[in-house]
């Protein structure tokens, strides 16, 4: 029932963009902050983006900071992540989250994939 799809990813030169969308499904899209992480090969899964349920708080990775943009849409229960002036070191799976962690609910997507390559 509850589904969080990612799609987007794809092979870019550096300094390309990628516009990644998190389309939500089964629950409350608007009580739940999102997240977007990522994963690279051989490395853990480290916070990228976080905005605030009603999209007005964002906060950034320090090595994303000015690059990429968290949005949200609840009307159409999708989360974005826009990436500009993509860098090699930042190919990884991304994943989206869903939070509403003051109930304990949590939700994870399956992952897009996200390749910064000449």
């Known amino acids: 029932q509850v589904q969080l799809v990612e799609s987007g990813g794809g092979l870019v030169q550096p300094g390309g963009s990628l516009r990644l969308s998190c389309a939500a499904s089964?629950?409350?899209?608007?009580?739940?902050?999102m997240s977007w992480y990522r994963q690279a090969p051989e490395k853990g899964r480290e916070l990228v983006a976080v905005?605030?349920?009603?999209?007005?708080?964002?906060t950034y990775a320090d090595s994303v900071k000015g690059r990429f943009t968290i949005s949200r849409d609840n009307a159409k229960n999708t989360a974005y992540l826009q990436m500009n002036s993509l860098k090699p070191e930042d190919t990884a799976v991304y994943y989206c989250?869903?939070?509403?962690?003051?109930?304990?609910?949590?939700?994870w997507g399956q992952g897009t994939q996200v390749t910064v390559s000449s």
């Open positions: 989250r869903a939070d509403r962690s003051s109930y304990g609910m949590r939700y």
């Open positions: 089964g629950f409350t899209f608007s009580r739940y902050a």
């Open positions: 905005i605030s349920n009603t999209g007005g708080t964002t």
